[in-house]
Nanobody
Framework: QVQLVESGGGLVQAGGSLRLSCAAS????????MGWFRQAPGKEREFVAA???????YYADAVEGRFTISRDNDKNTVYLQMNSLKPEDTAVYYC????????????????????WGQGTQVTVSS
């Protein structure tokens, strides 16, 4: 069973940057599509970004142009580079995995991901 472990969260001032990492155990990482979600206090968990292959990436409108998702299959790791951070980006960030063969139109749907990490806290101060 693949396990996902996020790291890289922390406290940063508005306008700053952070890079989140999600390391996956197991030898089948390349067979997964990966996503990042986040949950702010008092809000529902929401889609942030997804990567199917290195040329197929998707972003929520709120982070488009500021965040970049990437993956390194040799290191079994997916990254989320977050630039120009805003206080409204404050949340617990989760990485998730699903089968590559899942329908592309469902990449924003949490139910389509069946492996989840424990989350990492990102706090952006104003």
């Amino acid at each position: 069973q693949v396990q996902l472990v996020e790291s890289g969260g922390g406290l940063v001032q508005a306008g700053g940057s952070l890079r989140l990492s999600c390391a996956a155990s197991g030898r089948t990482f390349s067979s997964y599509a990966m996503g990042w979600f986040r949950q702010a206090p008092g809000k529902e968990r929401e889609f942030v970004a997804a990567i199917i292959s290195t040329r197929s990436t998707y972003y929520a409108d709120a982070v488009e142009g500021r965040f970049t998702i990437s993956r390194d299959n040799d290191k079994n790791t997916v990254y989320l580079q977050m630039n120009s951070l805003k206080p409204e980006d404050t949340a617990v960030y989760y990485c998730a995995a699903r089968n590559l063969g899942s329908p592309a139109y469902t990449y924003r749907q949490q139910w389509s991901y069946y492996l989840w990490g424990q989350g990492t806290q990102v706090t952006v101060s104003s």
